[in-house]
Nanobody
Framework: EVQLVESGGGLVQAGGSLRLSCAASGFTFDDYSIGWFRQAPGKEREGVSCISEKGDQEFYAPSVQGRFKVSRDNTKKQAYLQMSSLKPEDTAVYHC??????????????????WGQGTQVTVSS
């Protein structure tokens, strides 16, 4: 069974940093691209970042480009989202998700095979 478990969320002041982790199990981790998404109350889900299977390609939404950094450690079966210069508008539940085998990274919510339960990030002003 595929499982994705996020951690690392919390409350942080504007300008601060957080590092989210996504622990994967139940599949060959380095065969799949991993995406990060977020959803704020009353808003649509937004694609934040995606990293390719081997970590050689990274994609970012314009809203986070230059502030967030995605990475992965295939030996540990974990993906990470380092978030810096956080803004109140970054407040949301953050989810990691697995793309189907062989699918190139993208930030559209549709087409992802499995999702984690999410971790709350709250940025105070």
């Amino acid at each position: 069974e595929v499982q994705l478990v996020e951690s690392g969320g919390g409350l942080v002041q504007a300008g601060g940093s957080l590092r989210l982790s996504c622990a994967a199990s139940g599949f060959t981790f380095d065969d799949y691209s991993i995406g990060w998404f977020r959803q704020a109350p009353g808003k649509e889900r937004e694609g934040v970042s995606c990293i390719s299977e081997k970590g050689d390609q990274e994609f970012y939404a314009p809203s986070v480009q230059g502030r967030f950094k995605v990475s992965r450690d295939n030996t540990k079966k974990q993906a990470y989202l380092q978030m810096s210069s956080l803004k109140p508008e970054d407040t949301a539940v953050y989810h990691c998700a697995q793309l189907p085998f062989g699918t190139t990274c993208h930030l559209r919510g549709t087409g992802y095979a499995s999702w984690g339960q999410g971790t709350q990030v709250t940025v105070s002003s």
